[in-house]
């Protein structure tokens, strides 16, 4: 197979170490650019083990790397896009600042593998329009939707997206405030990064990812639902007129939809990853969430149609998250963060560009985190 040329944003982080796996012993992709936040070490080794020679630092840290060319900041991610135009550049940066990173890989890619799940749900119609104009491929990374991808036809009755209910979904209703961050911490089914971690216990990932299937698959958000999936094993699924329903089954291996993602139309091999069926009594359940146990994951159904409404229900999550994880609210208070950051964005207009979109985004995290102090002075 042809050699094709990759560009991994966010490398250092649990996607981008993953998508390094997959890639490491395929002579069919070349890393030729990374970038990372803060992790300079693990930028080095990648560096050294990969032979890439062009290196995007997105903070401030200082970084001492002879015979790699560094670029800065957003500025130093297009020019270096705009030089490079990889074949492939994977999107693993995580939060509200990989939208821009998308909007610029759009324009300097043929291919971009979206793993980032923040930059649809609040720029999704800014992605849409740049996808219009350039005639670029994106191939969704996250695991339900690259099952949906991979199954999707054109007439549907209903998608399924599955849920794991997170690392708290059989505790006592009344214990749920009180949980601590090394009880969200321990998720069930996957291993990631903080921040999706405590949204899988929140569900306010699944309402992430209910966004983004609208967005990608432009589908209206009724023919869309979310059945808690104890095995892990089912990741999407499609319901179609005549009765017969699509599923995607795989072991829970963030490698299979990554792989799938870079290789589209064709399949890698991957090591370790088919699962053993033969001898073994399947058991595939799925259950409705309880939106007693995850209101804010139910607030989705009142922010779908509005960017401004999104962007504040992940502004607050992200402040609201951070300030969990430092032991400043209980976990009961995201969602009083959410809900009242929401009420309190309202009378704001809908945003038309990129700098609207940015705009909202800070005036809702400045908002949660009143809201955030508030909360902790009332130790709630
Ligand atoms: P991690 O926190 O593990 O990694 C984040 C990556 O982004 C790191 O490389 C980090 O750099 C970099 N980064 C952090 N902040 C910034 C910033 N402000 N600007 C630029 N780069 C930044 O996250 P995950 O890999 O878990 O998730 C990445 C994205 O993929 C998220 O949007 C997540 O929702 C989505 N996703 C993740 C899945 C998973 O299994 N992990 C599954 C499906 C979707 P550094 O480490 O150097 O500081
Ligand atoms: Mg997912």
Not at 84 to 95: E, N, W
Not at 132 to 147: C, F, G, Q, R
Not at 181 to 207: C, F, Q, Y
Not at 351 to 370: G, M, T
């Amino acid at each position: 197979m042809e050699e094709r040329t990759v560009v991994i944003l966010g490398a250092t982080g649990s996607i981008g170490r993953q998508t390094l796996d997959v890639i490491e012993h395929e002579k069919s992709f070349k890393l030729v650019g990374i970038s990372f936040h803060r992790n300079v070490d693990f930028a080095k080794e990648v560096v050294e083990k990969f032979g890439v020679t062009n290196v995007v630092v997105t903070s401030g840290v200082s970084v001492d790397l002879p015979g790699i060319r560094i670029w800065r900041g957003v500025e130093g991610l297009r020019r270096m896009l705009e030089e490079l135009k990889p074949d492939i550049t994977v999107i693993a940066i995580s939060g509200f600042d990989a939208l821009e990173a998308v909007l610029i890989a759009i324009e300097n890619s043929k291919r971009v593998c979206l793993a980032n799940k923040e930059s649809l749900v609040c720029g999704g119609f800014l992605v849409k329009e740049k996808l219009a104009k350039h005639n670029t491929e994106l191939i969704p990374v996250d695991s339900e939707h690259n099952a949906l991808f991979q199954l999707m036809e054109e007439d549907v009755e209903k998608v399924i997206l599955t849920a794991s209910g997170g690392a708290l979904r059989d505790w006592d209703l009344t214990e749920l405030p009180k949980a601590k961050p090394e009880d969200v911490l321990r998720h069930p089914v996957w291993n990631m990064g903080n921040r999706i971690t405590v949204d899988s216990a929140t569900m306010v990932n699944k309402a992430f990812e209910v966004l983004e299937a609208m967005e990608l698959f432009d589908l209206p958000f009724e023919k869309i639902e979310v059945k808690i999936h104890r095995e892990g094993l089912v990741h999407g699924m499609l319901v179609l007129p005549d009765g017969s329903v699509k599923i995607l089954l795989s072991k829970a291996d963030m490698r299979i939809p990554i792989s799938y993602a870079l290789s589209y139309p064709n399949r890698m091999r991957l090591k370790n990853a088919v699962v053993e069926l033969s001898g073994r009594s399947l058991v595939l359940s799925f259950e409705d969430p309880d939106p007693k146990r995850y209101p804010a994951f139910f607030l989705v159904g009142h922010i779908k149609h509005s960017y401004r409404d999104r962007i504040a229900y992940n502004a607050a999550d992200e402040v609201a998250v951070e300030a969990f994880l430092k032991g400043k609210i209980s976990f009961g208070g995201i969602y009083v963060i959410i809900e009242k950051t929401l009420e309190r964005m309202i009378s704001f207009p809908e945003p038309r560009s990129l700098e609207e979109v940015k705009v909202l985004h800070e005036l809702s995290k400045r908002e949660a985190e009143r809201v955030e102090e508030w909360l902790s002075s009332t130790s709630c």
